[in-house]
């Protein structure tokens, strides 16, 4: 089975700070990784995802993400937070069953960006 | 429409009535989801269907139907729901092969 734990529901930054939302997994078999955004009354937007290769991904908005096996750990980081960063982000695993790819998600953690 | 849309977007019923959520999905993908999100817990999996043939069902309660007449729309049918069934309901697509699940807006249900 596979599960994912985001360290802190809650995360606050300030603009212009370093944003880093924290991300573990725990995978029987090598993983798929992703970050998904979730912003007020809207669906989840994919940000960023590992499969295989470079263990430092970049995505939209400015994220990236470093996926590092030996501590189970895909923590997501932007230099510089913006106001319009504002939002849930959700940390996944995927499950390569079959040809579908389950995801299973974290709790997700709410970042606040304060002026 | 581009992406995935879902309708209605807000929708309050009673714990006696009938509904039904729609997805759309305007990719070409052919694999569709539904997924429960409610408040402090993660997302969950409710059913995937492949090819219009439902190929996963997270141990969910009978008062919800899927039903997925092709490749491009999935519906979810509610009756006699409770309270806590109240949740956004997320719809999502994808490719066959591909890792990666796009995301419709979700419908707000409350059950009152």
């Known amino acids: 089975a596979q599960s994912v734990t985001q360290l802190g529901s809650h995360v606050s930054v300030s603009e212009g700070a370093l944003v880093l939302l924290r991300c573990n997994y725990s995978?029987?078999?090598?993983?798929?990784l992703f970050w998904y955004v979730q912003y007020p009354n809207q669906g989840l937007q994919l940000l960023l995802k590992y499969t295989t290769g470079a263990t430092l991904v970049k995505g939209i908005n400015g994220f990236e993400a470093e996926f590092k096996k030996s501590e189970t750990s895909f923590h997501l980081t932007k230099p510089s937070a913006h106001m319009s960063d504002a939002a849930e982000y959700f940390c996944a695993v995927s499950d390569a069953g079959g040809s579908n790819y389950k995801l299973t998600f974290g709790k997700g953690t709410l970042l606040t960006v304060n002026p | 429409e581009t992406g995935v849309t879902q309708t209605p977007r807000h929708l309050v019923m009673g714990m006696t009535n009938k509904k039904s959520l729609k997805c759309e999905q305007h990719?070409?993908?052919?694999?569709m989801y539904w997924y429960k999100q409610s408040a402090k817990k993660p997302l969950e999996l409710m059913f995937v269907?492949?090819?219009?043939?439902?190929?996963e069902n997270n141990s969910v309660p009978s008062r919800f139907s899927p039903e997925c007449p092709n490749s491009s729309h999935l519906f979810l049918h509610l009756h006699t729901l409770q309270p806590e069934d109240s949740a956004l309901y997320l719809c999502a697509s994808s490719q066959e092969g591909a890792v990666e699940q796009y995301f419709g807006p979700g419908t707000r249900l409350t059950v009152t």
């Open positions: 269907y492949n090819f219009k043939e439902q190929t």
């Open positions: 995978s029987s078999v090598p993983p798929y």
């Open positions: 990719l070409g993908h052919n694999a």
